[in-house]
């Protein structure tokens, strides 16, 4: 049942920014959530609804909050066109399987097996694989009071949990320049490509102050003739921090970056996901789901990971979080994205274990 479920959900292709596919698989969820006993209510948004789903529990306690999205990277023709569906040697493949859809799965039949717990809160994000930029302010009013929080994103490979992630930052340089003629009357134009090249470069000399901090051109846009002086630009910069103190530091530079040539330029945070750095109250947390693990014959480990998710909020908010309880795989955003089936049924051994010990 477990793999039809997942066969189900990864059938439903539902790409960040469609907002009727995402929204078609919110009913999907919110159905199956209500037929589980949950209270679910939605968040509307112009880029898909958000999830909140309470599922009651031992009364007076505070509740368990399990974080998943159902967005994923994957455009509507994936599944049919380059990543179908299969099975081969006890190792499903298809878009979302791993990340993070196995993940949905595994909450929701670790609901089905556990009735004596504490409350359960469920959040279930549209955009998180654009950063959750319509998602922060819900993940923080939902997770006040809370007992602790969990991630269903992917673990690391060898099925270990993640303790604590880098903080990640979305930005985008925008420049306006001036069109001109690129021959007859080159020196009254003014070039936004020149001057986005300028500032790239003025990026990266900002990075290189620092030992750990990723920085990532990933998309670059702008001008549309070789005769034409180009007159906008623009480039989205992916930043990936280790700690907050170095996050403002190069934020602070980044947004405060002035013009080379008489061009204009803007900085604009996209979306931002704070450093989650280790913590006591996140080891005496591993060591509670170590003793749960055990108590289903699983050795549970914990490590920290550099990927970003929504667990850098509430980790970052003091909150005991531990991320990384989806299925055991590999190939996230990748076109060999990959569960191991067995590990979906201990995945949901481990979270009912949770459930039932926490």
Same mark, same amino acid.
């Given at each position: ?17 469609? *907002? ?85 799965? &595994? ?12 409350? &359960? ?54 420049? *306006? ?36 901090? /990723? ?5 670059? +846009? ?9 007159? +906008? ?61 055990? +108590? ?17 909020? *509430? ?5 005991? *979080? ?27 051994? /481990? ?5 039932? +010990?926490?």
């Amino acid at each position: 049942m477990i793999i039809e479920r997942l066969q189900e959900y990864v059938g439903a292709e539902t790409p960040t920014g469609d *907002t009727a596919a995402l929204n078609a698989f919110a009913d999907r969820l919110s159905d199956r959530y209500a037929a589980l006993g949950a209270t679910v209510r939605r968040d509307p948004q112009p880029t898909g609804d958000h999830l909140v789903a309470d599922f009651p529990g031992r009364p007076g306690e505070a509740p368990l909050l399990f974080l998943a999205h159902h967005d994923t990277v994957w455009p509507i023709g994936q599944l049919h066109d380059a990543m179908p569906w299969r099975e081969e040697n006890g190792v499903i493949y298809g878009p979302g399987v791993f990340d993070m859809k196995g993940g949905l799965v &595994v909450l929701e039949t670790a609901l089905e097996q556990v009735h004596d717990r504490r409350p &359960v809160r469920v959040v279930v994000v549209a955009d998180e694989e654009v950063g959750s930029p319509s998602a922060r302010e819900l993940v923080t009013a939902e997770s006040a009071g809370v007992y602790a929080a969990f991630g269903l994103e992917p673990p690391h490979p060898n099925g270990d949990l993640k303790t604590s992630r880098w903080g990640s930052t979305r930005v985008r340089i925008e420049i *306006t320049g001036r069109e001109a003629h690129a021959a007859l009357d080159p020196d009254s134009g003014i070039s936004a490509i020149d001057e986005l090249v300028d500032q790239l470069i003025a990026v990266r000399a900002i990075v290189a102050h620092y030992d750990e901090v /990723l920085c990532n051109v990933g998309t670059i +846009s702008g001008g549309g003739r070789t005769n034409v002086v180009p007159g +906008s630009a623009s480039a989205d910069i992916g930043f990936r921090f280790v700690d907050p103190e170095t996050e403002r530091a190069v934020l602070d530079a980044v947004t405060n970056l002035t013009p080379v040539r008489k061009a204009e330029l803007q900085v604009r945070v996209m979306s931002n996901r704070p450093a989650w750095q280790p913590s006591q109250a996140t080891d005496e947390l591993l060591a509670k789901v170590i003793e749960a693990g055990r +108590s289903v014959g699983q050795e549970v480990g914990g490590a920290a990971a550099s990927g970003a998710a929504d667990t850098n909020l *509430t980790g970052w908010l003091g909150i005991p *979080t531990l991320d990384g309880l989806g299925p055991v795989g590999k190939g996230a955003h990748a076109v060999h994205e990959q569960v191991i089936a067995a590990s979906l049924s201990e995945r949901v051994e /481990l979270v009912a274990a949770i459930m039932r +010990s926490i």
